[in-house]
């Protein structure tokens, strides 16, 4: 003589207990399921107000002064960016001394990064 022990399985939400190779009891579960929809926000394109930059030769070569000063505190090769942040100028000002510094033959450009001649 075996004694038969039942034996739940889980199938789909839906509980099927044998004993001794019959079905005994059948449960369904009904489960809601609830989801809420994400929606990605779309991004408004924000226009920048145009600069306005003093184009006397004075400021152009106070700004060329930034960036050559920038370029000699880091001593190795900047971007554009990393110009303009060092010398604590906006990019447009950081293109103008660039420009007057190029012009001069005081930096070069290598691999994208200006550096000292």
Known sequence: MYICNPIRVRLLLTTVVFK???IIMVEKKNV???TTKRTATK???VKKAP??????SE?????AGDVYNALVAENRG???SEIAKTANISIEEA????GWLLKEGKINSEDEKLVLA
Not at 51 to 56: A, E, F
Not at 59 to 63: E, R
Request: charged fraction near 20%; glycine fraction near 12%; proline fraction near 0%.
């Open 20 to 22: 001794c190779g019959q």
């Open 32 to 34: 809601t399921k609830t």
């Open 43 to 45: 991004k408004a394109c």
């Open 51 to 56: 600069v306005k930059v003093d184009l006397s």
């Open 59 to 63: 400021n152009v070569g106070f700004k």
């Open 78 to 80: 900047l971007a554009v």
């Open 95 to 98: 293109y103008l001394g660039i």
